[in-house]
């Protein structure tokens, strides 16, 4: 059974970078075809789609925070990690990692939430000096 478990700092001050590390067990997805997405959900609000990396590292990021966002890997690890620079407040949320398993021919869509079978149980970073 696939886990994911996020981990990372609980509180970032202002203008500083967060970093969060998602970590995979339970397979190893080295030659898997996936697609591995951060979201986060602030206070009282919808979930987000922060960006996505895939088996072929390639990677895609909401349009608001790509200038801010980069996700990144470590095969050997199974972890994946998410960056985002300059945080403010208004980052202050639950994030999440979540995993999506393809089949080789399978059109898939990284935006959707749906996509994604497997969701670790989330990590709250709070932005505040």
């Known amino acids: 059974q696939v886990q994911l478990q996020e981990s990372g700092p609980g509180v970032v001050k202002p203008s500083q970078t967060l970093s969060l590390t998602c970590t995979v067990s339970?397979?190893?997805?080295?030659?898997?075809?996936?697609?591995l997405a951060w979201v986060r959900q602030p206070p009282g609000t919808g979930v987000e789609w922060i960006g996505y990396i895939n088996s072929s590292a390639g990677t895609d990021y909401s349009p608001p925070l790509k200038s801010r966002a980069s996700i990144s890997r470590d095969t050997s690890k199974n972890q994946f990690t998410l960056q985002l620079s300059s945080v403010t407040p208004e980052d202050t949320a639950v994030y999440y990692c979540a995993l999506g398993i393809f089949p080789p021919s399978r059109v898939v869509d990284p935006t959707i939430l749906g996509e994604y079978e497997y969701w670790g149980q989330g990590t709250q970073v709070t932005v505040s000096s």
């Open positions: 339970g397979g190893s997805i080295t030659t898997d075809y996936y697609y």
